[in-house]
């Protein structure tokens, strides 16, 4: 079965803490995997997608085939990142989405 | 607009009403989603249509709900005989490429709460 599992629903860290919001996914086939997120009262939209290999807002997540990991990672949080992050798996066209995490960076 | 537009923003049905939530993907774009989204959930796919072909309904969660998209860009999601398990945020996207690339941009969403 296609499945994106978010283990933590709610992540709170202080400001300037390291992050990482945990993200594992089930698929036999080659993956492509997102990160969206949902800042308070806007829509969700697109962080970072694997295949770009980019940094995005400080944050980075790295493929891990054997792990079948997808990890969103920051080495220091600031506040302006609290909201709620989704990781989703895009087997054949529909993305599929993890329950979220909720991140919380306090001053 | 430069985004998508969902409208209603809010609606509060009846058990039993009939819904219609409307869908204005950004202009040009080809791909359009319908995703569902319960209270501390992730979005769960509905349907998907590809100009006005609808290409995936696999995520209808019954044959009470049924969407459509005549002329290829506003589409509407109807839910027939409302219950209360359908009380939650509609969510649309849409995307300029087809299917398999893009990037997806959502709506704010509709949020029905049935009583």
């Known amino acids: 079965a296609q499945r994106v599992t978010q283990p933590e629903k709610l992540l709170s860290v202080f400001k300037g803490a390291p992050v990482e919001l945990k993200c594992n996914y089930s698929?036999?086939?080659?993956?492509?995997l997102f990160w969206y997120v949902q800042y308070s009262r806007q829509r969700l939209q697109l962080l970072l997608r694997h295949i770009s290999r980019e940094s995005i807002k400080g944050f980075t997540a790295d493929l891990n085939k054997g792990e079948t990991s997808f990890h969103l990672k920051k080495p220091f949080a600031q506040e302006e990142d609290s909201a709620m992050y989704y990781c989703?798996?895009?087997?054949?066209?529909?993305?599929?989405f993890g329950q979220g995490t909720e991140l919380s960076v306090k001053p | 607009g430069a985004g998508v537009s969902q409208s209603p923003r809010y609606k509060v049905a009846k058990r039993g009403q009939d819904v219609a939530l409307r869908c204005d993907p950004i202009s040009g774009h080809v791909s359009l989603f319908w995703y569902q989204q319960a209270l501390g959930q992730g979005p769960e796919f509905l349907t998907y249509f590809q100009n006005e072909a609808q290409l995936d309904k696999s995520g209808l969660p019954s044959d009470r709900f049924f969407a459509e998209r005549p002329e290829g860009s506003v589409s509407t999601l109807k839910i027939q005989r409302t219950q209360q398990e359908d009380s939650a945020v509609y969510l649309c996207a849409s995307s300029l490429a087809g299917v398999l690339t893009g990037e997806l941009f959502f709506g704010e969403g509709s949020r029905l709460t049935v009583l």
């Open positions: 989703a798996l895009r087997p054949k066209g529909k993305l599929i």
């Open positions: 698929y036999s086939g080659s993956p492509e």
